[in-house]
């Protein structure tokens, strides 16, 4: 007997639902049971985002500094960015140079008295808005334009995951998210059909069983190196 030679299994958005009502004790049977389970699909992966990093959203990003200008919208679809640097003499292999800059807090970022300074910015402070996030940068660059930039802000960033879609489609999730997505959408279905609440105490227990297993994997297998930051001595 020969395997199948595929790799390929996921589930679209009916049968993820499917499985977690029949884990719940329930069996899915009219519009409105795909759609209250749809609702509860996007507010898990909202959920989701407060747990901890997602690898799988991460992506990277660059926008141009304008001279004179401070502040720059992000993607609306970003949570936060993870890291960013300053780069300068871009698509140029024997000019490109990455340079670092400071995350800074409100209150810090407060406590400058002289915000509209010009130079290469060293510092960066990020709002975390209901309308999308953005940045402002210190000091305010002192050089480019939108078509010719000196300064090059480039980040990475984690973003929301998809909406749960329409019913034909597969979820914005690796393979290996599934088992859990679906754990999670049962223990979520349990609080909401007739008869769930007396298995909601187990489904509970198996969706944080899942989510520790699925977000110990997903993390960074690269060694970790901490180095000393010495500004000055007295």
């Known amino acids: 007997m020969t395997t199948s030679g595929t790799y390929a299994f996921n589930l679209d958005l009916t049968e993820i639902c499917e499985e977690a009502y029949a884990r719940a004790g329930y069996e899915m049977r009219t519009g409105w049971d795909l759609k209250t389970a749809r609702i509860s699909l996007n507010l898990m992966f909202q959920e989701w985002v407060s ?3 997602n690898m799988f959203t991460f992506e990277q990003g660059t926008i141009p500094l304008i001279q004179g200008q401070a502040t720059y919208d992000l993607p609306a679809d970003t949570v936060d960015l993870l890291e960013h640097v300053i780069r300068t003499g871009a ?6 140079s990455d340079l ?4 800074i807090s409100v ?6 008295p002289n915000k509209p300074t010009q130079g290469r910015p060293i510092q960066v402070w990020i709002e975390r808005r209901v309308d999308g996030p953005r940045f402002t940068v210190w000091p305010v660059p002192n050089q480019g334009t939108l078509l010719d930039p000196y300064y090059i802000f480039a980040y990475w960033r984690m973003r929301r995951i998809q909406d749960a879609g329409d019913g034909s489609n ?11 997505m679906i754990a999670g959408l049962a ?3 349990a609080m909401k059909v ?5 298995r ?8 944080d069983e899942a989510w520790d297993i699925t977000a110990g994997e997903d993390r960074e297998k690269a060694p970790l190196r901490l180095v000393a930051r010495i500004g000055y001595i007295r």
Request: net charge positive; charged share 15%; hydrophobic share 35%.
């Open 51 to 53: 747990r901890g990093l």
């Open 91 to 96: 698509g140029n292999p024997s000019t490109q």
């Open 100 to 103: 670092t800059i400071s995350r």
């Open 107 to 112: 209150s810090t970022y407060a406590t400058i």
């Open 170 to 180: 597969t979820m914005d999730v690796p393979f290996r998210f599934v088992p859990c």
């Open 187 to 189: 223990y979520y279905l």
């Open 194 to 198: 007739p008869g769930g609440m007396e």
């Open 200 to 207: 909601l105490q187990i489904l509970k227990a198996q969706y």
